[in-house]
């Protein structure tokens, strides 16, 4: 059973950078879909990014286009969301997930099965 752990998440000043990363407990992840997802106090869950593990294209929901970027490690077992130029908008609990996937990926929170436990990223001056 594919497990997920996220990790990266802290405080950091408006104009920053944060490197999340999402480990799985399977090797390797190329027939998952991984997505990122953040949920911020009072707010719905919304999808950040996705890419199927084995590659491909990358998604990205249009506040973080050109700032995030999602990547994996040659291993195959960690995904890494890469944010730069951070706002306070961008505060909330993000979320590493997955589902099996042949091709290509979501963004919708329910199609997805695997979640980690989230880590808090806040972005304050």
């Known amino acids: 059973q594919l497990q997920l752990v996220e990790s990266g998440g802290g405080l950091v000043q408006p104009g920053g950078s944060l490197r999340l990363s999402c480990a799985g407990s399977?090797?390797?992840?190329?027939?998952?879909?991984i997505g990122w997802f953040r949920q911020a106090p009072g707010k719905e869950r919304e999808g950040v990014s996705c890419m199927r593990s084995r590659g491909g294209i990358r998604q990205y929901a249009d506040p973080v286009k050109g700032r995030f970027t999602m990547s994996r490690e040659n291993a195959k077992t960690t995904v890494y969301l890469q944010m730069n130029s951070l706002r306070p908008e961008d505060t909330g609990i993000y979320y590493c997930?997955?589902?099996?996937?042949?091709?290509?990926?979501?963004?919708?929170?329910?199609?997805?099965?695997?979640w980690g436990q989230g880590t808090q990223v806040t972005v304050s001056s």
């Open positions: 997930a997955a589902y099996p996937r042949v091709s290509g990926c979501s963004r919708v929170p329910d199609d997805y099965d695997r």
């Open positions: 399977v090797v390797p992840l190329d027939y998952y879909a």
